[in-house]
């Protein structure tokens, strides 16, 4: 009985304990005077791990509410974690571009020994990310894009062959979209014909999909790396699932083989990257070549390699065919604002014997205009992640940061606030006319980021947005059909805006 009371004593105890433990961790925020948002803390997690909303709801949902409080930062939960949220443009700018140094990092979780193709540019941290961002910059320049522009033109002939194929006139667009995407970045990235616009069930294509496909043990391991990553540390967890992982891997070392075997040359990406890899410089770049670089130090691995290949592939297949895909819908939804952009893409296309040229997608403003406005309303990525590499005091306020706080930066909310975009659910290409944009503060518009860690391949990425679009719509008249589910449900498991039922497309060919 003896041992039994001295067990109740110390299980009482031990409760006490914890329970103390857990409510001076969950005051973090009320200690420091910040304002809590009122999503609870098990609602919060309930959230991500079963999925209750998406993310873009949730960023959504923590702007409107600081915002409403008149507050210029709040701060929220992730189980024991705490997230702090800027509201205020000119504290968000500071993060992002005038105090960078305070916020390298973004947060997301890498097993570079486990995972090695989760060790890329996206996620690197310090001097890793800093070192492979000034060896790769050079690879993403206008004229190394214009170089891989022809690439893309081709990949069109596929599309139309699929749309023009099509029984029934309906298509789900995304899907298609995403073979399009895939077949242009296997091909720049890779240097493979993926024939995906033929074969939907291509390796690459299902390798893809995989990745970015949701489950409830993706999404939890995705939660755990998220809001703690320590342990996700501990137990040695990789996000990318291993067939996948080794697929890209075998992929990559494959083609470099070939390529240095056979001294082949081709105008895409893996190119570059080779020539990193063998000389630490690319060949035909008379600014990088001056330099009074170490050459040995600016080499790139195998490894670095496969992982930049790879998320370049992860990142351009999946967020340029959603902006396409949201483009086409609200083309659809607003047949005046089709026309117009048709028009202005006939009349260029006209100019240049009816091809698609680089230099005629540049002369294309209004559909530019309309694929701004597309990343406003929809962008890929709802929330930005950063983390406080060392203490930061945030300006005009009496907070101080500490290092290795976590931040979120909801920019779906930023882009949806009706103080910046009045109307903010209209579709209204018009707000990103050079007139309208002046009237607009910085940071209202950032579906690549912005400062330092701006989307390195955000040139890249519009540019196959543009190629594709000014394909289908030169040719085709789009319309919503029946099998929309309108509004719109987001996919719940997935970061990248996602519709669930898919977004489909009536369609016919203009004469």
Excluded at 31 to 47: K, P
Excluded at 92 to 113: A, L, P, T, W
Excluded at 139 to 150: A, D, I, L
Aim: aromatic share 12%.
């Amino acid at each position: 009985m003896e041992i039994l009371s001295t067990f109740n004593i110390l299980l009482v105890t031990g409760a006490i304990l914890l329970y103390n433990w857990i409510k001076y961790k969950l005051s973090y925020w009320e200690r420091r005077g910040i304002l809590v948002s009122d999503l609870g803390i098990i609602d919060t997690a309930l959230n991500i791990i079963l999925s209750r909303n998406s993310f873009a709801e949730r960023g959504m949902g923590y702007y409107r509410y600081f915002k409403s409080k008149g507050v210029k930062h709040g701060g929220i939960y992730t189980l024991l974690t705490p997230f702090y949220i800027p509201v205020d443009l000119n504290i968000i700018k500071c993060i992002m571009q005038s105090d960078f140094q305070h916020f390298v990092d973004r947060g997301v979780y890498m097993n570079e020994k486990s995972d090695p193709l989760s060790a890329h540019l996206f996620s690197l941290t310090g001097s890793k990310w800093k070192a492979l961002r000034h060896k790769l910059t050079p690879t993403f320049t206008s004229g190394k894009m214009k170089m891989m522009f022809e690439t893309l033109v081709d990949c069109t002939e596929g599309l139309h062959k699929v749309m023009d194929e099509t029984e029934g006139k309906e298509l789900d667009i995304k899907e298609v979209l995403g073979r399009f995407t895939t077949d242009i970045i296997g091909s720049c990235a890779f240097g493979i014909e993926c024939k995906s616009l033929e074969d939907p069930n291509s390796v690459f294509r299902q390798k893809g999909k995989e990745f970015f496909e949701g489950n409830f043990i993706r999404t939890f391991k995705s939660f755990l790396t998220f809001a703690v990553p320590e342990v996700a540390s501990v137990f040695n967890l990789t996000i990318i699932p291993k067939d996948v992982s080794s697929f890209f891997m075998n992929v990559v070392r494959d083609t470099v083989d070939y390529r240095e075997k056979n001294n082949v040359t081709r105008k895409d990406f893996m190119h570059l990257l080779i020539q990193l890899k063998n000389k630490g410089k690319l060949v035909d770049d008379e600014n990088m070549a001056a330099e009074k670089l170490n050459k040995e130090d600016n080499k790139i691995t195998m490894n670095e390699i496969a992982a930049q290949a790879f998320v370049f592939f992860q990142a351009g297949f999946e967020t340029s065919s959603t902006t396409m895909t949201f483009c086409l819908y609200e083309l659809a939804k607003n047949k005046d604002v089709q026309e117009k952009l048709r028009r202005e893409i006939l009349d260029v296309l006209k100019k240049h014997d009816g091809k698609i040229t680089y230099e005629g997608v540049m002369e294309m403003a209004y559909l530019d205009q309309a694929i701004n406005e597309t990343l406003r309303k929809y962008p890929p990525v709802p929330n930005l992640n950063r983390v406080c590499t060392k203490e930061y005091k945030v300006p005009d306020t009496d907070l101080v940061l500490e290092k290795g706080i976590k931040l979120m930066i909801p920019i779906i909310g930023i882009q949806h606030d009706p103080e910046f975009y009045p109307e903010p659910e209209k579709f209204d290409p018009d707000r990103f006319s050079e007139e309208n944009k002046k009237t607009r503060p910085s940071f209202t518009f950032l579906p690549f980021g912005e400062g330092p860690r701006i989307c390195i391949g955000a040139r890249f990425g519009l540019m196959q947005t543009k190629v594709g679009l000014i394909a289908l719509l030169s040719k085709y008249e789009f319309s919503v059909n029946k099998r929309t589910r309108e509004p719109l449900e987001y996919d719940k498991k997935v970061f990248i805006m996602s519709v669930l039922g898919g977004i489909w497309l009536d369609f016919e060919e203009i004469a």
